[in-house]
């Protein structure tokens, strides 16, 4: 026992030695970690899902009292590896593997949750690349920048990862993308969820590239009313510089089923829309400034998915946030939410919270 100990701290120390300075492990091929030390600390004003961060308000409990909450955790703290293999004959190849700590476990032992593990193929000189592995998914691929871990998911913003095999495909300024992704709930269907996307990046306002892009997504999952419901959506995107210090993006959303996407506030069989605006300032060095604004909305006079008494019929959040650099690698960030949630059914009242969270980031 104590031998291997002692060999552990030795391969320790030895990895820590090469990692100072240049952060790079060399191995077969070159290694490269980076990630960041999240600390985090919030208080809500009413009870909110999940605590850590928000999804949604709670129902309204006119039996019980109202209660302050307040959480502190580094679940989010992130820690990645990128691989860079050798260019031959004009192909070009990497890898990156991805965790945090949001997999599970007690707050003050909480276990690490693969977010990514991918390796790419590319061919600079036909502008391709095959992906195979596990990253975010072509539908909404664009983040709000949020200091809330959810990034304003189950509040207007979808997408997540998943294991898939994607093509990406380059003409100038338009990127065509095709992937084949696992059904994660609908493996027994025989068919992979197809994603696809077109993106533009063009000059317009400044010298940064604005963005538009149109993306979706087609499958058929398990449900237990019925094995073959289908999961689908359409995506608009767009990223706009306005100018050196200001620039506004966001996304917009329609479709069916989209729990598995995080949209239609998590919940089955339903059919909705959504979107969300993030408005970025940028007005030093030192300081970014963001007003993000999201709205989740089911769609509660469906024919083919009503709507069930209880079931959360509209989600929306407003949120004010700063980052400011204290260090070269050490930022303060803090952020006020507004969050809504409006409940179906005789006598249902909406929720609404106040949701104040500040953290200490390191990044490296």
Not at 3 to 8: F, P, T, V
Not at 145 to 170: D, E
Request: charged share 20%; aromatic share 10%.
């Amino acid at each position: 026992m104590m031998r291997c100990m002692s060999l552990s701290l030795v391969l320790l120390l030895g990895a820590g030695v090469a990692l100072a300075g240049e952060f790079t492990l060399t191995t077969k091929v070159p290694v490269k970690l980076y990630g960041f030390v999240k600390g985090d600390l919030a208080f809500d004003s009413d009870p909110v899902s999940t605590g850590n961060f928000f999804k949604f308000v709670s129902a309204p409990n006119p039996a019980a009292d109202t209660a302050e909450e307040y959480f502190l955790t580094a679940n989010q703290t992130r820690l990645g590896l990128q691989l860079t293999g050798p260019e031959e004959a004009g192909l070009k190849t990497a890898a990156v593997v991805e965790v945090d700590f949001y997999g599970g476990g007690t707050e003050n032992k909480a276990t690490p949750m693969m977010r990514q593990a991918y390796a790419t193929v590319a061919w600079p000189g036909m502008d391709l690349e095959l992906l195979a592995g596990q990253t975010g998914d072509l539908v909404s691929p664009l983040f709000p920048k949020s200091v809330n871990y959810a990034v304003h998911w189950w509040t207007g913003n979808i997408g997540y990862r998943r294991p898939q095999f994607r093509l990406t495909k380059g003409f100038g300024g338009l990127k065509a993308q095709a992937a084949l992704a696992r059904t994660i709930g609908g493996e027994t269907t025989g068919s992979p969820t197809i994603q696809y996307r077109l993106a533009y990046e063009f000059p317009l306002l400044t010298d940064k590239k604005s963005l538009i892009g149109l993306s979706g997504h087609t499958a058929t999952v398990n449900d237990m009313v019925d094995p073959e419901t289908k999961s689908s959506s359409l995506n608009v995107e767009f990223s706009l510089p306005l100018s050196g210090l200001l620039a506004l993006k966001g996304e917009y959303w329609m479709g069916e089923n989209l729990d598995g996407y995080l949209g239609c506030i998590g919940q089955a069989a339903t059919e909705g829309m959504g979107y969300w605006i993030d408005l970025g300032l940028v007005p030093s060095s030192r300081l970014d400034c963001h007003l993000i604004y999201g709205v989740d909305d089911p769609d509660e006079e469906s024919e083919d998915h009503p709507m069930a008494d209880g079931a959360m019929q509209l989600n929306t959040s407003l949120s004010l946030n700063v980052f400011y650099k204290l260090g070269e690698v050490v930022t303060w960030a803090n952020e006020v939410s507004l969050l809504t949630t409006e409940y179906k059914g005789v006598g249902a009242e909406s929720g609404e919270a106040t949701r104040f969270q500040t953290s200490i980031i390191f990044t490296f």
